[in-house]
């Protein structure tokens, strides 16, 4: 079969760092293309190029069977290839109609047909979101349907899915499984990045891995199977993934909620955390678990409900009281809440807990600052160039241990994980797991929060399930499955429809 | 240039490589004051004197330099802070409400000015801080508060220091080691700004709020209280740039600093630092108060008309960030 395009011996690098050292990837009509490897590994720079975001130093992009030379992304985007990135590109203030046709607006608008056109869009589609709906007011996972829909509007021949179902909860993940197919059907050449492999499994016709800038190989979906990609990301098996846990002693109650609620969001949660203890809390997203760690974290405010840390009632107003108290929260999302992006490495770790890095009257005391957070970064097996580079330099995971850095400089009792590894590849997944086991063999009290099942399997010693606000059970170690889990997460939607008169 | 090899294996901690972009991004302001003052030299016999470089600092200093420094501040957070302007024309007439018709000593009356400067920016600080009110707003609004309470303690006449406050039009006029004192003072705010800005806890996370606030936040830093502060220091700064004008004029004025606000945000931009706030530095702002100074200098020494001034000044400031933003735009 012919290819749509073929990228040919693709080289690039930034300054001395080299993304792509000769890479060959090519897609052909009526194909699911799954791009494979840990971040870092050049998949974003590879679809950069395709894409003419960026320009390659060397090699051919051959489209059609020509040589193409593209200037930039308008010239990509008219010979049909789409992409959907990872960041959303969404004007939050206008209407998800308006978005899904943002450049392609007629100078006077005729609200009734372009409503009716995205309508139809979404329809096609199946997804339930209605056209003249605020674009910033729909939670993240719809607004990430926007995006695609946007790119589902217009002629294409080639679309990229980057990491698109990171946000999405598992139905409308599968979903875009259904309109990656629908494409498919329909001749379209589609590539798809993800972090996901059991969902890549599920759609995928190729995969291609992608290593240090490298090909590692480019294999049929049928002929492989999770074990061996792994092993092709990172050169060593699945069954590493999960580090061994260090001897632990499960110590005294340190974290105690009582009756926690805010509005239908949370629902009168109950639980503890104690001391040497990793609790996940699982549940489908929107289920109430950010609201319940932002909390306790002081973050949102709590409308009814107590926190006790250590026995001791809390009365939280800020994320600063919750910090002065012991208790950390790794941010869900990284780079709006988790780190400074444009900030040296050593100034976002030292963030939390300045008062070990200044003297009396505030001056920083740059040379102990360097000194602490070189070890630190060490001890974390940080990889960067220098703790004085901005954390935008480093790739997802070790932006995630930065964070880590952080609370571990401040050194409190409670730590609250929001999808520690969203984000990141699988090299570094199994260093925070390691990182995280570690923390509670020191002592800590350790909260998880994570929508991969398995990430909750591996790394807690019981699971509590949330589902519409409300605590919906709990499982130990010989219960854990996806079965199980999902029981109790969607078990409340039946729940809510018949104790609705109670609210 | 050339982008050097470090060598330095011997140290602990390896230093950064050279980075061209960044090299370029600070020092183009320099790059551009250093331009002026050569075409200012070229141009003018008059302009490379000491008496005429003494001349544009005391200028500046009285005008925007002070004032800039506060709204550095303000702008590092990713403020805005209108109201500089007014609440100096509040301290130069207060200077004289306090002194002459209060009749309160020079050492209580010049604390109670910077004081009065000081409430006026706690006043803005803790609507945007607390309530989460657009800085645009609430420094309009205490734009025109200031103003207005410089009409009604002056009753709309200047107030004559006379002998009262001699103290302080001796100030203004004075000079040590022939340069002049407001000058020093200048020197003296810039290098305590410079200070806080780059080696202490304080500036740190001023320059981070700016640049993402929420990750702040949940760094568990009391973020509204810095945020809050940054106004204060603008309202003291802009109030001693109140005294300073009333030190050379010998008058306290409601009509001083009237449209000031701009030309103090234009020396700052001028000065490389981003609206979107954490990025900017003490010395750039200096420089970027210097442009100013230096092209109105040059203006008057070259004989151009005042009205003719101003469209010039929009000119340089237009041209600068042209400048500026080409320059950063290689960067990417």
């Known amino acids: ?503 | 240039m050339s982008s050097k090899a470090t060598g330095g294996t011997s140290e602990v901690i390896e230093k950064r490589p050279f980075d061209k972009a960044e090299f370029i991004e600070k020092y183009s302001t320099f790059g551009i004051f250093l331009i002026l003052v050569v075409v200012a030299t070229l141009w003018t016999d008059t302009f490379l004197t000491e008496r005429n470089m003494l001349n544009v600092l005391r200028q500046v200093a009285a005008g925007t330099g002070i004032m800039a420094v506060g709204m550095l501040f303000v702008i590092l957070t990713r403020g805005i802070d209108l109201s500089v302007g007014s609440i100096q024309a509040l301290g130069s007439v207060l200077c004289g409400y306090y002194i002459v018709q209060l009749d309160i000593s020079i050492w209580f009356g010049i604390p109670l000015v910077l004081l009065s400067g000081a409430a006026c920016g706690a006043i803005t600080g803790l609507f945007v801080a607390y309530l989460s009110l657009p800085s645009f707003v609430m420094s309009l609004a205490m734009m025109a508060m200031a103003r207005g309470l410089s009409l009604v303690y002056s009753q709309g006449q200047p107030i004559v220091l006379g002998k009262a406050g001699a103290a302080i039009t001796e100030f203004g006029s004075g000079r040590f080691l022939n340069v002049p004192m407001p000058v020093w003072l200048m020197a003296f705010i810039f290098i305590v700004a410079g200070i806080t800005l780059n080696f202490t806890k304080y500036g740190r996370i001023i320059k981070a709020i700016g640049s993402n606030e929420e990750a702040v936040r949940l760094s568990g830093i009391n973020v509204p209280r810095y945020v809050a502060s940054v106004y204060v220091i603008s309202g003291v700064l802009a109030a001693t740039a109140g005294i300073i004008a009333a030190s050379r004029t010998g008058i306290g004025s409601s009509q001083v600093g009237v449209g000031a606000e701009l030309n103090v945000i234009a020396a700052v931009v001028i000065g490389g630092a981003s609206l979107m706030g954490g990025r900017g530095g003490v010395i750039n702002t200096l420089i970027g108060a210097l442009i100013l100074g230096v092209m109105t200098n040059l203006m008057n020494l070259a004989g151009v008309p005042g009205y003719h001034q101003q469209v010039w000044m929009g000119v340089i400031i237009a041209v600068a960030m042209l400048l500026h933003f080409s320059v950063t735009k290689i960067k990417n």
């Open chain 1, 1 to 503: 079969m012919d290819a749509l395009v073929q990228l040919r011996g693709i080289k690039k690098s930034y300054g001395g760092v080299k993304a792509l050292r000769g890479v060959d990837f090519d897609i052909r009509p009526g194909e699911i293309h799954a791009l494979l490897g840990e971040n870092g590994a050049g998949k974003s720079t590879l679809m950069k190029v395709l894409g003419g975001d960026i320009s390659a130093n060397e090699g051919t992009i051959i489209v059609d069977g020509k040589t193409a030379n593209y200037r930039g992304p308008a010239d990509a985007k008219a010979s049909g290839i789409q992409m959907i990135h990872q960041e959303l590109a969404l004007a939050p203030d206008l209407s998800v109609a308006e978005n899904i046709y943002l450049g392609a607006l007629p100078t006077v608008i005729k609200w009734r047909d372009l409503n009716r056109a995205a309508g139809e869009v979404l329809d096609r589609f199946g997804f339930d979101i209605g056209p003249r709906e605020i674009v910033g007011k729909l939670p993240i996972a719809l607004q990430q349907i926007v995006e695609i829909a946007k790119a589902l509007s217009k002629k294409a021949r080639i679309i990229v899915f980057d990491e698109p179902t990171a946000v999405l909860s598992g139905k409308d993940a599968e979903r875009l499984h259904e309109i990656m197919l629908q494409l498919r059907a329909q001749g379209v050449g589609v590539v798809y990045i993800s972090h996901r492999l059991d969902e890549v499994f599920e759609v995928a016709d190729r995969m291609t891995v992608l290593k240090d800038g490298e090909t590692v190989g480019t294999i049929d979906a049928k002929d492989t199977d999770v074990a061996q990609i792994i092993s092709m990301m990172v050169g060593r098996r699945m069954s590493a993934m999960f580090p061994e846990k260090p001897e632990t002693e499960i110590g005294h109650e340190v974290l105690r909620v009582e009756n926690l609620g805010r509005g239908r969001k949370v629902l009168g949660v109950n639980f503890s955390v104690r001391a040497g203890e990793i609790v996940g809390l699982g549940g489908l997203v929107g289920s109430g678990r950010t609201e319940v760690a932002k909390m306790i974290f002081g973050a949102d405010p709590i409308e009814t409900g107590k926190v006790y840390l250590n026995g001791e009632e809390l009365r939280l107003k800020s994320p600063h009281d919750a910090v002065r108290a012991g208790i950390n929260l790794l941010p869900e999302d990284r780079k709006g809440e988790g780190v400074v992006i444009d900030f040296p490495i050593k100034v976002n770790s030292t963030m939390a807990m300045m008062g070990k890095i200044t003297n009396k009257f505030g001056f920083i005391r740059h040379s102990t600052e360097s000194r602490d957070i070189t070890e630190l970064t060490d001890q974390l097996t940080l990889k960067c160039g220098h703790i004085g580079d901005p954390v935008s330099t480093l790739s997802g995971g070790n932006q995630q241990k930065v964070v880590l850095a952080k609370w571990m400089f401040a050194g409190g009792e409670l730590i609250i994980f929001d999808e520690p590894t969203r984000g990141v590849d699988v090299g570094a997944k199994s260093e925070i797991y390691g990182l995280i086991n570690q923390m509670a063999a020191d002592g800590k009290a350790v909260l998880v929060i994570s929508s991969e099942h398995q990430e909750l399997f591996g790394i807690c010693d019981r699971i509590l399930v949330m589902g519409n606000g409300a605590l919906q059970g709990e499982l130990l170690p010989p219960d854990f499955s996806d079965e199980n889990l999902l029981h109790l997460a969607m078990a409340s939607g039946v729940a809510e429809q018949n104790g609705a008169n109670d609210v």
